[in-house]
């Protein structure tokens, strides 16, 4: 079954902490996506990726870097943490074109506090 | 650049009653794919729709939306609103030759018994 799983599933760091967050899907799909969601402002595209090696900045890429080594993983990296970027974090794979159409499916969420 | 307008904040409705929430889109690509996704309390967005067929009605779990190119359009239907559909509905764009997938900002669904 397509699954889509991320790690840590709760967070809390320090500011100016580096903080590393996982995703991880074992669905062969070559799209993969970090949003952030918070109240008011719905699900925000931070980077995203078209395959291994790739990486694309999403519409607030600021202070967040990305990182594609595989087909199956896609890290998020806050290299200085602050306070503005507590909120709760989605993966999501999927939304190859092609015979599949698969629609991308989400994670479970992190939920990350910068105090 | 890409954008989806989801012009609703909050939808409040009496049960047994329908239910239609907005989606506009805007992409310079020709193809795009429409999403609706659903997002219950403490849980993930979970597909409801998809679509990229021009003109061609979608349907799932009672709900149904029809892609409209020629407006851009991709609104979210229901005859019927239940307890249950209570949630963060999303409307979802994917475009690009590298499939950029933005969302709307959201629209709350309050039924009401």
């Known amino acids: 079954e397509a699954a889509v799983t991320q790690s840590p599933r709760n967070k809390v760091a320090v500011t100016g902490g580096k903080v590393t967050l996982s995703c991880n899907q074992t669905n062969n799909h070559n799209n993969m996506y970090w949003y952030r969601q918070d109240t008011g402002h719905g699900l925000r595209l931070i980077h995203y990726s078209y395959g291994a090696g790739s990486t694309e900045k999403g519409d607030i890429p600021d202070g967040y870097k990305a990182s594609r080594p595989s087909q199956e993983n896609f890290s998020l990296i806050l290299e200085l943490a602050t306070p503005s970027q507590t909120s709760v974090y989605f993966c999501?794979?999927?939304?190859?074109?092609?015979?599949?159409?698969?629609?991308?499916?989400f994670g479970e969420g992190t939920r990350l506090s910068v105090l | 650049g890409d954008s989806v307008t989801q012009t609703e904040g909050l939808v409040t409705l009496t049960e047994g009653l329908p239910v239609m929430l907005n989606c506009t889109y805007q992409t310079i690509y020709s193809n795009p794919f429409l999403f609706w996704y659903v997002q219950h309390l403490n849980e993930s967005p979970r597909l409801l729709l998809k679509?990229?067929?021009?003109?061609k009605r979608t349907e799932h779990q009672g709900f149904h939306a029809t892609l409209h190119k020629s407006s851009s359009s991709f609104h979210l239907q229901k005859s019927s609103a239940q307890l249950s559909d209570s949630a963060l509905y999303y409307c979802a764009l994917l475009s690009g030759s590298f499939n950029k997938l933005t969302f709307g900002a959201g629209t709350r669904l309050a039924v009401c018994p």
């Open positions: 679509s990229f067929t021009d003109n």
């Open positions: 999501a794979s999927g939304g190859d074109r092609g015979e599949n159409n698969q629609a991308p499916l």
